[in-house]
């Protein structure tokens, strides 16, 4: 799958995208997965409090499934105007 990050989560991290392989069921345990990976991963995951999460482009909750997700997005949240 597709994994994008934005903002300050592609600031810390130092990518804007990658593909990547996983055996997670949910989001969390992708999350768990990728802070595992090395210190700016955990960095950018470390408050997740402060990150949104978007499955092929719909906001979901961290405890959302995977099956069939072709593209995860982080972001932090927006403020509109």
């Known amino acids: 799958m597709d994994v994008l990050y ?3 989560v592609r600031e ?3 990518i804007p995208r990658e593909r990547i392989e996983t055996g997670a ?6 999350v768990e997965e990728l802070r ?3 210190p700016r991963y ?3 995951f470390a ?6 999460v978007a499955l092929d ?5 961290f405890d959302a499934s995977l099956s069939g997700v072709r593209e ?6 927006m403020t509109g105007g």
């Open 6 to 8: 934005f903002a300050w």
């Open 12 to 14: 810390r991290i130092g």
């Open 25 to 30: 069921e949910t989001v969390a345990q992708l």
């Open 36 to 38: 595992a990976r090395e």
């Open 42 to 44: 955990e960095a950018a």
């Open 47 to 52: 408050d997740l409090s402060a990150l949104r």
């Open 57 to 61: 482009q719909d906001l979901a909750d």
């Open 72 to 77: 995860v997005a982080f972001f932090p949240p």
